[in-house]
């Protein structure tokens, strides 16, 4: 009824599993220097000729939006905010981008499709 003879050496037998794990952490330790690289790199996006300009960081996150008073014109209020959307969108895509170059050689270790 039970199972003789194979204990917890499961199936990578009595030392194949510790291999893999030790790669997975290590993989995990690259991952999370990464990240934290990520964290410190800043990339500056500007729209409309300098009117607007977004500071954003490799985790996505908005650090500043910086306005020239030029564009604050009570009758042009439509136009600054497409130009402010503009910014935000275009600084979260550079930062996306940053991000899959700096994490594609450790996803790519994994081989899992669609991590990235």
């Given at each position: ?54 500071v954003i ?60």
């Open positions: 009824m039970g199972s003789k003879g194979k204990g917890s050496r499961g199936r990578f037998g009595p030392t194949g599993g510790g291999s893999m794990l030790k790669q997975v952490q290590q993989l995990q330790a690259q991952m999370q220097q990464a990240q934290e690289e990520l964290a410190q790199q800043t990339l500056e996006v500007s729209v409309g000729g300098g009117v607007v300009q977004v960081n490799g985790q996505q996150e908005i650090l500043s939006v910086s306005i020239s008073p030029e564009a604050i014109d009570a009758a042009e209020v439509e136009m600054l905010q497409d130009l402010i959307v503009a910014a935000m969108n275009e600084a979260l895509r550079k930062s996306r981008d940053l991000a899959e170059q700096k994490m594609a050689p450790l996803t790519g270790a994994l081989n899992l499709p669609g991590l990235m």
